[in-house]
T-cell receptor
Framework: QQPVQSPQAVILREGEDAVINCSSS?????VHWYRQKHGEAPVFLMI?????EQKGHEKISASFNEKKQQSSLYLTASQLSYSGTYFC???????????FGTGTSLTVIP | GAGVSQSPSNKVTEKGKDVELRCDPI?????LYWYRQRLGQGLEFLIY????????KSGLPSDRFSAERTGESVSTLTIQRTQQEDSAVYLC???????????FGPGTRLTVL
């Protein structure tokens, strides 16, 4: 039931853009995105509920295609502070188990 | 408290010993989750509590693992007869019924020698 993320790792230069994808084999109620910096706990970025809505947070936004059971996280004009591992998290049913994706390591270099 | 707290922050134990890990969720949060994160790996779902409902234990890797929660407060994850492969960071998260974002505690780093 674990969602699959791609790519596994990406290296960017400051100012470049990136897209991280999250794909599930099951129909989803919601998709969350979290960022985890080394040695720290994951921190919530945003949640998307079924309905195809797109959300934004600073220069980070996401979309959710419920028909394809996929979500994408868009990072634009990346900053050094964006470095970390990004995880999507999925709910199949509201208020049920919550599974994290396989993770994407993002490194932003000067 | 303002956030999720976990104790101890670090635990070193010998193979075969039992350990108890504690999680204090944010007050009023009905949902509580336990995850295991091995070094350099993702977050592995262990168990989920929602209010007074029966917990979802489908992620527990073996019968050596168990967890309890008192109402909508403290939770304890117990690992019996620890093995070296149990070494990991154990993360607890809580969320409220209406806002689904998960708030994580700082984790307990368990090392089994």
């Amino acid at each position: 039931q674990q969602p699959v993320q791609s790519p596994q790792a990406v290296i960017l230069r400051e100012g470049e853009d990136a897209v991280i994808n999250c794909s599930s084999s099951k129909a989803l109620y919601s998709v969350h995105w979290y960022r985890q910096k080394h040695g720290e706990a994951p921190v919530f970025l945003m949640i998307l509920l079924k309905g195809g809505e797109q959300k934004g947070h600073e220069k980070i936004s996401a979309s959710f295609n419920e028909k394809k059971q996929q979500s994408s996280l868009y990072l634009t004009a990346s900053q050094l502070s964006y470095s970390g591992t990004y995880f999507c998290g999925t709910e199949i049913v509201a208020g049920n188990q919550f599974y994290f994706g396989t993770g994407t390591s993002l490194t932003v270099i000067p | 408290g303002a956030g999720v707290s976990q104790s101890p922050s670090n635990k070193v134990t010998e193979k075969g010993k039992d350990v108890e890990l504690r999680c204090d969720p944010i007050s009023g949060h009905t949902a509580l989750y336990w995850y295991r994160q091995r070094l350099g790996q993702g977050l592995e779902f262990l168990i989920y509590f929602q209010g007074n409902s029966a917990p979802d234990k489908s992620g527990l890797p073996s019968d050596r693992f168990s967890a309890e929660r008192t109402g909508e407060s403290v939770s304890t994850l117990t690992i019996q007869r620890t093995q070296q492969e149990d070494s990991a960071v154990y993360l607890c998260a809580s969320s409220s019924r209406d806002r689904r974002e998960k708030f994580f505690g700082p984790g307990t780093r368990l090392t089994v020698l």
